[in-house]
């Protein structure tokens, strides 16, 4: 366990820091027949498990997806999701199929964050208990994130898929619910910017209009 009490940074680690967090990307190709060390899996999961969550609950659970018959299974899932989309794309449809939204079969690993079933902690929550719980797991899944890119390993986000499908796939408890299906493994190139951005999807929004001062500002 890495000791905390005395450690200070210095500018050249404050500098890998950032270049890892601008180096993210939501990664969808991934190389095939991959595998990923165990002891650099364990050091990911433990970079997620370090995250700060409301009340110390600690709400996130990982599934390793690691039998071929359940993750095509899933993958099923997300096709139908993607289809169901599609369809209330209106006029962006044909440009929506033609991104490439996921990589689950082709991915080294894949793992399904659940949302744990309540355990009642109301430290931090009274007012907004479901947030704070959504919000710690997230957490999670960004240290996730920026763990997997300092591995030199792409990590991509997987929303598509009917979490009531998913969590009796997953033999979930009451309660629990799937919030997100991560593909991890290597790549041959990461992209130069955010995905939907190079498609022509979606610009992205400078920090100068999300960052205000003392009160709501209207965005420009």
């Known amino acids: 366990m890495l000791q905390t009490e005395s450690i200070a940074f210095s500018s050249t680690e404050r500098e890998t820091l950032r270049k890892i967090m601008l180096a993210r990307r939501d990664m969808r190709h991934f190389i095939p027949d991959r595998k990923i060390d165990e002891d650099v899996l364990a050091r990911i999961m433990q970079a997620a498990h370090s995250a700060p ?3 110390l609950m600690q709400p996130w659970r990982f599934i390793l997806i690691r039998d071929k018959f359940l993750r095509e299974k899933i993958s099923t899932i997300v096709d139908q999701e993607i289809e169901q989309t599609a369809n209330v794309m209106n006029e962006r449809k044909t440009e929506f199929l033609k991104l490439k939204l996921e990589g689950i079969r082709d991915c080294a690993e894949l793992i399904a964050v659940v ?8 430290l931090g929550r009274r007012t907004l208990a479901d947030e704070m719980a959504l919000c710690s797991t997230a957490c999670a899944i960004q240290n996730l994130w920026l763990a997997t890119r300092a591995e030199n390993l792409g990590m991509g986000w997987v929303s ?5 499908k ?3 796939l997953l033999q979930c408890p009451k309660g629990a619910l799937p919030i997100a299906l991560l ?3 290597p790549v041959k190139y990461f992209y130069d910017e955010p995905m939907l951005v190079k498609k022509n999807w979606r610009d992205a929004k400078p920090l100068s209009t999300v960052l205000f ?8």
């Not at 598509?160 to 009531?164: C, G």
């Open 160 to 164: 598509f898929f009917d979490p009531v």
């Open 53 to 55: 969550s409301v009340g």
């Open 166 to 168: 998913l969590s009796e």
């Open 213 to 220: 001062q003392n009160r709501w500002q209207d965005e420009a």
């Open 115 to 122: 949302q744990a079933p309540d355990d009642g902690t109301l």
């Open 183 to 185: 593909c991890l493994g």
